[in-house]
């Protein structure tokens, strides 16, 4: 190699430190490239997500269509009221997400820090009344295994949930297969809650980052990232109320 | 170097930053909060009312609450899709990406519920 190569790798050296910020990687040639591949990636993981939970939402429905009865007296043991504030908590939690993202892009560090708390906040939010509702079914007897109790499914005249929606008693083998129905609820508000817990988890690393300065540089791929995946938790959601509580209610 | 040395980009200057980088603003994600709410409300209130069935051939019933509370959710979510999540304003790679992902998605969940669904039709 001729001392001129030599001479021009040098200066392409340092024009390469001088134009890129020190979060672009070296093999990116700008950093919208690098954000777009970013992005690319976490579409295809939140696309895996999605299968994941349509296997579930597709079992729900196969077996809402086999054990009907069963799957509207199940349905009528959850709490609406609680139901839809969880949903509003998780609605406006994005709200403040976006609001975090676009605090990061304009660089407003402070403004940021309180998106994402507040965002945390009604994160622990959603999980506490989450917890009250599963409190309340554990107390029922309602969590499927050897302690379930079928008594609200075929004496619904003594429990207070199964009155009010005018339940009539259901033959004992309709009434078993609300178990099937209470296996699903765990399952698939159970995976959606441990998704909340790794949100609220990453939030409170995020917090801290943040108030440190990590995503007002410029560098705003990990906000914008997260904020797509607590976003996907909340599109969850948004399915998971109507079919769980709402679709056997009239 | 790829990057025309004519016109050095500078990373740090928020104008160029969202040139390359589409900013939503603030005033378009309080209206999607707001007719997110409206959704909400809107499937809780119709849960209660009856919207009665339609019977399209022997053994086919369509129940309408169902239908319009998943219609109602899908609406929703599109919503948090495009703007939430910035998809109106993404690339070409990503629409397709989901596009193709969301396609694939109804195709499965679309034929296995097709299939359980219609086993037991003329059986009766």
């Known amino acids: 190699m001729s001392d001129s190569q030599v001479q021009v790798l040098a200066e392409t050296a340092e024009a390469h430190e001088h134009v890129h910020p020190p979060y672009q990687r070296h093999h990116f040639e700008t950093y919208a490239q690098q954000n777009d591949a970013t992005n690319f990636a976490m579409w295809l993981f939140l696309l895996t997500e999605i299968m994941f939970f349509g296997g579930l939402f597709t079992a729900y429905l196969i077996f809402r269509n086999w054990y009907y009865p069963a799957f509207v007296s199940g349905s009528h043991q959850l709490n609406i009221p609680l139901g839809g504030l969880n949903t509003l908590l998780l609605i406006t939690s994005s709200f403040t997400m976006a609001m975090g993202v676009w605090c990061a892009e304009l660089r407003k560090k402070g403004a940021l820090v309180l998106c994402l708390t507040l965002t945390f906040v009604l994160g ?48 004992v083998d309709m009434a078993r297969h609300t178990e099937v129905y209470f296996s699903l609820y765990f399952a698939m508000t159970g995976m959606h809650a441990l998704h909340m817990i790794i949100g609220v988890s990453i939030l409170a690393f995020m917090i801290v980052r943040a108030q440190a300065g990590a995503y007002t540089t410029g560098h705003v791929t990990y906000v914008e990232n997260f904020g797509l995946y607590w976003h996907f938790v909340d599109i969850v959601w948004i399915f998971l109320f109507p079919l769980l509580y709402l679709i056997s209610r009239h | 170097m790829t990057e025309n040395p004519e016109i050095p980009i500078d990373h740090e200057s928020p104008e160029i930053h969202e040139r390359e980088h589409h900013i939503v603003s603030p005033r378009i994600y309080v209206i999607i909060l707001l007719a997110l709410l409206v959704g909400t409300a809107i499937t809780v209130w119709a849960s209660y009312v009856d919207l009665g069935e339609w019977h399209a051939a022997p053994g086919l019933v369509i129940f309408w609450n169902p239908i319009l509370a998943l219609a109602i959710a899908c609406t929703k979510a599109t919503l948090v899709v495009l703007f939430f999540m910035h998809v109106k304003y993404g690339t070409k790679l990503t629409k397709l990406t989901i596009g193709a992902g969301v396609f694939t998605f109804l195709i499965l969940v679309g034929m296995t519920l097709a299939d359980y669904f219609t086993r037991a039709w003329g059986r009766w």
């Open chain 1, 124 to 171: 622990m939010g959603f999980l506490m009344v989450k917890t009250f509702e599963y409190k309340e079914k554990i107390e029922k007897h309602h969590v499927p295994g050897f302690h379930y109790s079928l008594q609200s499914f075929l004496a619904p005249e003594t429990d207070e949930a199964a009155m009010a929606a005018h339940d009539k008693p259901l033959p």
